[in-house]
């Protein structure tokens, strides 16, 4: 079972208007969390990183929310541009000492579609 | 921050032979990694490789299948031996930049592979 899950799987909104994609983990015990982008075609980008201490971090329009204790983490984007088209990743990082310390599980991403 | 240069970009291949995708990154790094990606999946980890070491393999996937050479710090190699239509996928190449566990990741664009 993936240890990382997100929500929805895909959706479309309207240009100029917010969305707010979900990721729920199960890594443990946790260390980062990590949102990516990836246009069609092209590799990963990172948007943010976010630690346990760590519950709000925005880049640009793109704000990203952490509860370590409920292990949920959400993306806000705001006012979407048609460049916001992209699969949205969520990604957290296990802390040590355990067999997946340092290792990256991956959600299987959020596919964002804007319209005009 | 890293720049990650993947060739080739896509092929077509058929079943029974191998392809050699490589990576080149524009600064030395210490870890490089090679990801699939297969259509709607998460981002699934093949291999770890190490200047000066022995690629480490993630379970599920052999060197036999997946030989790797990391000859120096800025390149690396992953050929897909003996492809099948299941080795179809997104391979990408990706590097860690920064101490700690709050390290950057970096991703390659991809190498799309069609196995007919």
């Known amino acids: 079972k993936n240890q990382v899950e997100q929500s929805p799987q895909s959706l479309i909104i309207l240009e100029g208007k917010n969305c707010t994609l979900q990721?729920?983990?199960?890594?443990?015990?946790?260390?980062?969390l990590r949102w990516y982008k990836q246009d069609t075609g092209r590799g990963p980008v990172s948007l943010t990183i976010?630690?346990?201490?760590?519950n709000t971090k925005s880049n640009g329009r793109y704000t990203a929310t952490l509860d370590a204790d409920t292990k949920q983490s959400s993306l806000h984007i705001t006012a979407s541009q048609l460049s916001d088209s992209a699969s949205y990743i969520c990604?957290?990082?296990?802390?040590?000492?355990?067999?997946?310390?340092?290792?990256?599980?991956f959600g299987a991403g959020t596919q964002v579609v804007v319209t005009p | 921050s890293a720049v990650i240069s993947q060739k080739p970009s896509r092929d077509i291949c058929q079943r029974g032979t191998s392809l050699t995708i490589q990576c080149q990154v524009d600064?030395?790094?210490?870890?490089m990694f090679w990801y699939r990606q297969q259509p709607g999946q998460s981002l699934t980890l093949i291999a770890t490789?190490?200047?000066?070491?022995?690629?480490?393999?993630e379970s599920g996937f052999v060197i036999d299948k997946f030989p790797i050479s990391r000859p120096n710090l800025t390149f690396s190699t992953l050929t897909v031996s003996n492809m099948s239509p299941e080795d179809s996928s997104i391979y990408l190449c990706?590097?860690?930049?920064?101490?700690?566990?709050?390290?950057?990741?970096?991703f390659g664009p991809g190498t799309r592979l069609t196995v007919t």
């Open positions: 990706s590097v860690r930049s920064g101490g700690g566990m709050v390290y950057e990741q970096y």
């Open positions: 990721c729920n983990y199960t890594v443990s015990p946790f260390s980062n």
């Open positions: 976010m630690t346990f201490s760590e």
């Open positions: 990604v957290v990082s296990a802390s040590g000492p355990t067999d997946s310390w340092g290792k990256l599980q």
């Open positions: 600064s030395q790094v210490t870890m």
């Open positions: 490789a190490n200047q000066g070491s022995e690629a480490t393999y």
